[in-house]
Structures are given as structure tokens and as C-alpha cells.
């Protein structure tokens, strides 16, 4: 038996043992709805079940009021609920010590369909949702399962004619996190307090500076980083007036063939499946030079040169680079054969990076 094997039966095991425990303690299932996104066609909705405390208080409920659909009137609504969160800021760490609940039946309403599924073994909720008769913009969806409180989503549904979208990751590219450094990375994602991460100087600027070229692009956050994280990364998005949109994350742990997860792979996956679900889209793709992001962008642009609009790379600083990977500068070298046609700009923050978009736009 590989030692993959040998960790996911321990978990899987432990997290047998939780669930019972913790049940009979009075715990329930408490449900998480995940930003979904989708076409006119079909919408994936996204979310997860885990184990929680009844007496706790849940001070996040994603849910949109009454008119608010349009995006601004999203962004008002996320924004006043993540101000409000942030009073209550918390221990990261508390993010990471969860009992999962898989195999649990869910249902999920979105407009005009209700489907049934269950979760995956980590408690996953991954439905895709066929002729739901919503219309381009924000929606609410409705997950109910097996003894939980029934929550409110919401899901992106994208028109039709979309021509751009923008592809974000988050790690050092509109927050300062220093990863991979594992002492850096578990005290930023399990000590610090949630409200206490830092942006990228400008980034919020240039997303906006971008988007006012293009205002009905769809943003997508695809990032290495845990889906335990979610709650405090859309409160960081809010609170630091980036767009808001679907986030791409991972889910740390072992698989069938290994015990982490690549990232790298992740990413290029979740890149590829963006392309073939709106294949109509040119895609911005913004990340930073402390990682593996522009060799994953550097092969979209050559795989794909038609659906890859423009890439922007923040570049870490000297500090940052040895935080990151222990090298004074990037380790990722120039390559030459990329298309010409794309236009590719790099700088340490967005402010510069919006004087290096303005002297070549993506479109």
C-alpha cells in the first residue's frame, strides 16, 4: 500500500471518529455555500458541510437581499457583512481544525431546478445544475441538507456574448503571504487574525483601472490556497475593494498519488476548464513571479495565444523572493518563444502596473 493510501485511510478514519464524537456531543452539520458561477445554460454550485458547534455563532451568512442584483449591489451587501465580520475577528487556525461530513444527501434550488446530490468524502458540495432559466448576473441558490440549517448562495451566471474575463490568483499577488516558506505560511493562515492580511499596494487600483475597460468581465480567483480559507478571503476582498467573484481554491491533504496536492496542477486544470466552459472568453491572467505562475501562463498563451487576452505578473521584491523560495530573484527564466502578440506586463505593484498597462492595453 502507497503511503498516500496509508494517509487518506487515516483521515478518513480520524474523521470517521470526529463525526460520531462530535455528534453525540450535540454538534451538527453546518453548511458553507462557495461562490458558484456558470453560463445561461448550466451553473455549478459550490459549497461544503462540516461539523460545527450549535452554540457558536455564525456571524457569516451569505445571503443577498431583496434588488440587490446587480454587481455594485453585491459588493455593497458582501462589503457591510465582511465590515461586520471583521469586528469579530478570529484566530486563523480555528479555520483548519474541522470534521468534515461526507456522503451527507444535499439538495440545491437554483432557479428554476432542484437538484439532489451528496457530498464527497471531505464534505464537499459540487453540483452542476442543468436549464436553471436564470439570467446573467448575481443570484441567490438555496442548499438544504440532513440536518443542517438550510443556507442561501449565490452564483455568477455569465452572458452569452461575454467577450473578457479576468483570472486573479491571490497569494502574493493582492495579498501578502510570503508562500511557500511553511513557518511563514502556517503563522499568515493559522495565528494572524483574519482581518490582519496585508494587500498588495495598488492592486485594488488596477483591477479597477482594468475593469473600466471591460465593465461586465467576470473576475475568477484561482489560487493554491485551502477552501477552509474561503470565508476570510471574500471578507479580505471586501474590506480591501477588489472585485468580487468565484474563487478557485484546493483542498489540502492526500490523493490517489500523493500526499499533497499539486498546485501547479491545480491551477493549470481549473485554467483549462474555464476555457472549455466559456470558450467565447478572452482571458486577463494576473499572478506573481514568486511561484510557478507565469510558466502556467506562459503555456496557456502557447497553447491557447486566441483565448489568453494579457498578462500582468506582480513582481516580489528581493525580501520577498527569499521568503518565497530562498533565491534573491525569481527562478522562473525569461522565455523567448512566447507569442509576441500578447501583450505581457510586469511590475512590483499595481500602481506600476497600471503605468505598464496603460502604455500596452490587453485589448
Known sequence: MALSDIARHVEATLNKIGTLRSSRAGWCPAITGFSGYGSTRKAHILGRILMEDPSLDDSYSPIIPPGAHTVMGL????????????????????????????????????????????????????????????????????????????????????????????????????????????????????????????????????????????????????????????????????????????????DWGPTPTGLFRSGQEHKKVQLRNLMLEFPEIRWILVGDDGQHDPLIYGEAMTDHPERVAGVAIRQLSKREHVLSHGSLSTMIPTDNSLPKNIPTIAAPDGYSLIQEYQRRPFV
Not at 92 to 102: E, W
Not at 161 to 177: F, R
Request: net charge negative.
Open 75 to 250: 459588493v455593497d451587501d458582501v462589503f457591510e457583512r465582511a465590515h461586520h465580520a471583521s469586528k469579530e475577528a478570529q484566530r486563523g487556525f480555528h479555520q483548519f481544525f474541522t470534521i468534515q461530513v461526507g456522503d451527507l444527501p444535499v439538495r440545491v434550488t437554483c432557479g428554476a431546478q432542484t437538484v439532489s446530490s451528496r457530498t464527497n468524502p471531505n464534505g464537499y458540495i459540487d453540483v452542476t445544475v442543468f436549464d436553471h432559466e436564470l439570467e446573467p448576473g448575481w443570484h441567490e441558490v438555496t442548499i438544504e441538507a440532513d440536518g443542517a440549517r438550510t443556507v442561501t448562495g449565490r452564483v455568477l451566471i455569465i452572458a452569452a456574448d461575454t467577450e473578457v474575463g479576468l483570472v486573479s490568483d491571490i497569494d502574493d499577488t493582492i495579498m501578502v503571504t510570503n508562500l511557500p516558506r511553511s513557518l511563514q505560511a502556517a503563522w499568515n493562515s493559522w495565528v494572524k487574525y483574519t482581518n490582519t492580511r496585508r494587500p498588495v499596494p495598488g492592486m485594488s487600483d488596477f483591477y479597477q483601472h482594468v475593469l473600466s475597460d471591460h465593465p461586465h468581465a467576470p473576475v475568477f480567483y484561482l489560487s493554491t490556497g485551502a477552501w477552509n480559507t474561503y470565508e476570510m478571503l471574500e471578507t479580505f476582498l471586501t474590506l480591501h475593494k477588489l472585485p468580487v467573484g468565484p474563487m478557485l481554491l484546493t
